[in-house]
T-cell receptor, first 115, second 116 residues
Framework: AQKITQTQPGMFVQEKEAVTLDCTYD???????LFWYKQPSSGEMIFLIY??????QNATEGRYSLNFQKARKSANLVISASQLGDSAMYFC????????????FGQGTRLTINP | NAGVTQTPKFRILKIGQSMTLQCTQD?????MYWYRQDPGMGLKLIYY???????DKGEVPNGYNVSRSTTEDFPLRLELAAPSQTSVYFC???????????????FGEGSRLTVL
């Protein structure tokens, strides 16, 4: 079974609109972490935001917020006031437990911001 | 700050050749990883290391070998290259658990390998 599922292969959004990128996960470990990374066309992996399974509040980092719904096992990324520079691939990833800190990645969502 | 440095950035290999992808980090991270990313896909873990002298297999280790003789360096060896190993390879590192961080991975810029 997929541990991380991103069901949107591609998303197209108008500049300045908010966008939600979906991510669901599967784990039986009570301790886990959820990450979002951005990969622009240049190829590097840029860390955006982190949510721990025991965190009471949804994580926020500037225009990025993580809509964490633990019972539904979802960790959607919300980008407010989208910009042309937000066009990129976005990956959701999960770390289970506190051991080797290995991340399992989803297949990604390609976000395109239209002017 | 150099962070995680990978070399080479691009390489073309012939089937059956061998090569080593180099990775070094200057953040004193104990944990290091090698991932591969096939076109249009997410990253898959090849090997990882939790400290010098300790390595372990990830999800897709076949056809690869690693070593970790120092904290800074984590080279990935491809033996008998095959077209299926055409991919972008990322090295990453992070702090040990309990060092008060999120455990985010810091990535190198990637190495694009083509096997013909």
């Amino acid at each position: 079974a997929q541990k991380i599922t991103q069901t949107q292969p591609g998303m197209f959004v108008q500049e300045k609109e908010a966008v939600t990128l979906d991510c669901t996960y599967d784990t039986s470990d009570p301790s886990y972490g959820l990450f979002w990374y951005k990969q622009p066309s240049s190829g590097e992996m840029i860390f955006l935001i982190y949510q721990g399974s025991y965190d009471q509040q949804n994580a926020t980092e500037g225009r990025y917020s993580l809509n964490f719904q633990k019972a539904r096992k979802s960790a959607n990324l919300v980008i407010s006031a989208s910009q042309l520079g937000d066009s990129a691939m976005y990956f959701c990833a999960m770390r289970e437990g506190q051991g080797a800190q290995k991340l399992v990645f989803g297949q990604g969502t390609r976000l395109t911001i239209n002017p | 700050n150099a962070g995680v440095t990978q070399t080479p950035k691009f390489r073309i290999l012939k089937i059956g050749q061998s090569m080593t992808l180099q990775c070094t980090q200057d953040m004193n991270h104990n944990y290091m990883y090698w991932y591969r990313q096939d076109p249009g896909m997410g990253l898959k873990l090849i090997y990882y290391s939790v400290g010098a002298g300790i390595t372990d297999k990830g999800e897709v280790p076949n056809g690869y070998n690693v070593s970790r003789s120092t904290t800074e360096d984590f080279p990935l060896r491809l033996e008998l290259a095959a077209p299926s190993q055409t991919s972008v390879y990322f090295c990453a590192s992070t702090v040990s658990p309990g060092q008060g961080d999120t455990g985010e991975l810091f990535f190198g810029e990637g190495s694009r390998l083509t096997v013909l």
